[in-house]
């Protein structure tokens, strides 16, 4: 079956440190890999996406993912954390048709000052 | 729009009454989907439109739930005899090949 699996339903790190949110998935073929952050009361926002070819992928605020077929994870990573992160982070998968996406259950990111 | 629209934002509504839920795509973008965002299941697929027509309404839980789309733009979900647990943030998305973008959700409590 399909799904996609987040581990960590709660995150809690200091503002500056560094920050990885696992993201595991189970898929038929290579999916296309999506990281969305949602902070409170707004939509889902894409951070990152993965379709092919190299398998470190930058995106928006600071953050980049790896996807690693071998371990069907899709990790995002930041560096250094700002307060401003403070938000919910979703892993999901694309079929690669249709662009229907399985989501994780999502993991709730706490900085602290 | 620059965006999607969802309409309305928060709606109240007595269990067993019909509601409808409208979705505007961003201008241009042929596919739109519909998505549920509960405590309890996360955030889960309902129902993809490419154009008018819905190849896959896999995710609807029930024949109390419809959705159609019109003019190949808005798209209204419909929910009858609404039950408790159909309480949720409803999210709307549409995309071209830049991307997909979601809507801020309708957000709907029966009570």
């Known amino acids: 079956a399909q799904s996609v699996t987040q581990p960590d339903i709660h995150i809690t790190v200091s503002e500056g440190a560094s920050l990885e949110l696992r993201c595991n998935y189970s898929?038929?073929?290579?999916?296309?890999l999506f990281w969305y952050v949602q902070s409170p009361g707004q939509g889902l926002q894409l951070l990152l996406k993965?379709?092919?070819?190299?398998?470190l992928v930058q995106g928006i605020k600071g953050f980049e993912a790896e996807f690693k077929r071998s371990q069907s994870s899709f990790n995002l990573r930041k560096p250094s954390v700002h307060w401003s992160d403070a938000a919910e982070y979703f892993c999901?998968?694309?079929?690669?048709?249709?662009?229907?996406?399985?989501f994780g259950t999502g993991t709730r990111l706490k900085v602290l000052a | 729009g620059a965006g999607v629209s969802q309409s309305p934002s928060n709606k109240v509504t007595e269990k067993g009454k019909d509601v409808e839920l409208r979705c505007d795509p961003i201008?241009?973008?042929?596919?739109l989907y519909w998505y549920r965002q509960s405590l309890g299941q996360g955030l889960e697929f309902l129902i993809y439109?490419?154009?008018?027509?819905?190849?896959?309404k896999s995710g609807l839980p029930s024949d109390r739930f419809s959705a159609e789309r019109t003019g190949g733009s808005v798209s209204t979900l419909t929910i009858q005899r609404t039950q408790q647990e159909d309480s949720a943030v409803y999210l709307c998305?549409?995309?071209?090949?830049?991307?997909?973008?979601f809507g801020q959700g309708t957000r709907l409590t029966v009570v």
């Open positions: 998305a549409s995309r071209l090949e830049s991307g997909t973008f």
């Open positions: 201008s241009g973008h042929t596919a």
């Open positions: 898929y038929g073929a290579t999916p296309y």
């Open positions: 439109f490419q154009g008018n027509s819905a190849p896959d």
């Open positions: 999901a998968v694309g079929d690669p048709g249709t662009y229907k996406y399985i």
């Open positions: 993965y379709f092919s070819g190299d398998t």
